[in-house]
């Protein structure tokens, strides 16, 4: 099945300890990105990237990192989360062609106490 | 700068009342523009992209240049289309490929 898949859903952390989202698609996308969704702010976007060792800021890349060293895997990197940085996480994919849909994983809900 | 406007954080309408979820964009060129919903404890997935030009579950979305408006509309509400609804511009493909997301209107249909 043609599919993001995101891990963990759920995850429970202290400030400053590194943590690892990682995401994976199966349908050979070029572009991924992250996402952080926040009541009354919407879908943020984190980082993208274009295609392997290709990656960019989004609107909101403070606190983050991401590698893209397989075109399949694009994780996100917390080098020293904040609580600032509890929120619902998606990752999503697409063709790199115009018009083309975003495909989103299941999300994970962080929290940083 | 690019930004994408929804209006309302929520719209409560009965079952079989038109709906219009408003979005309003800001850029300067021509986007692909887009919608999007998520269902209670589902992904977010596309609903409509205004390219295609189709009506998906009855929605439908025109592309207002001169308003810069993308509103999305169905003429009878069903107690399913209860969802989250995001609105996303992504500029045309030319060496940056972001996308933008509005902040979401929550629709709420009553029986």
């Known amino acids: 099945e043609a599919q993001v898949t995101q891990n963990p859903r759920y995850l429970i952390t202290v400030t400053g300890k590194k943590l690892t989202v990682t995401c994976s698609q199966n349908?050979?996308?070029?572009?991924m990105s992250w996402y952080r969704q926040d009541p009354g702010l919407g879908l943020r976007q984190i980082y993208y990237?274009?295609?392997?060792?290709?990656?960019d800021k989004g609107d909101v890349p403070e606190g983050y990192k991401v590698s893209r060293k397989e075109k399949r895997n694009f994780p996100l990197i917390l080098e020293s989360p904040s609580p600032n940085q509890t929120s619902l996480y998606f990752c999503?994919?697409?063709?790199?062609?115009?018009?083309?849909?975003?495909?989103f994983g299941s999300g994970t809900q962080l929290s940083v106490l | 700068a690019q930004r994408v406007t929804q209006p309302e954080k929520l719209l409560s309408v009965f079952k079989g009342a038109p709906v219009e979820l408003k979005c309003n964009y800001s850029?300067?060129?021509?986007?692909?523009l887009f919608w999007y919903v998520q269902y209670s404890r589902q992904r977010l997935q596309l609903l409509l992209r205004?390219?295609s030009r189709e009506s998906i579950k009855g929605f439908t979305a025109d592309l207002n240049k001169g308003e810069t408006s993308f509103h999305l509309k169905k003429p009878f509400a069903q107690e399913e289309d209860s969802a989250m609804y995001y609105c996303?511009?992504?500029?045309?493909?030319?060496?940056?490929?972001?996308?933008?997301f509005g902040t979401g209107t929550r629709l709420k249909v009553l029986a």
């Open positions: 850029y300067s060129g021509s986007p692909e």
């Open positions: 205004h390219i």
């Open positions: 996303a511009l992504s500029p045309p493909t030319s060496g940056t490929y972001k996308y933008i």
């Open positions: 990237s274009m295609n392997v060792e290709v990656t």
């Open positions: 349908m050979n996308h070029e572009y």
């Open positions: 999503a994919s697409s063709l790199v062609r115009g018009n083309e849909k975003l495909f």
